[in-house]
């Protein structure tokens, strides 16, 4: 795509999530930024400390890798 045609796009795009926006009232207000928001936030980061870390590759079993 030509790269003229791909920013007029995009700037389509944005124009129209933008109007969804504010179609929506999905601005942030105070009332979002508040006390109970930023506790959710931190317990959202807390919980995700807590977890165990998993392995990247899990290990593989004899049966898993298709011997039995």
Not at 4 to 18: F, G, Q, V, W
Not at 39 to 66: C, D, E, K, S
């Amino acid at each position: 795509m030509h790269s003229d045609t791909h920013l007029l796009l995009h700037r389509l795009r944005s124009a129209e999530l933008r109007e969804h926006t504010a179609e929506f009232d999905l601005t942030p207000t105070a009332s979002r930024t508040g006390l109970r928001t930023r506790l959710g936030w931190a317990l959202v980061g807390l919980g995700l400390r807590i977890l165990p870390r998993r392995p990247r590759h899990p290990r593989r079993t004899p049966f898993a890798a298709g011997t039995a």
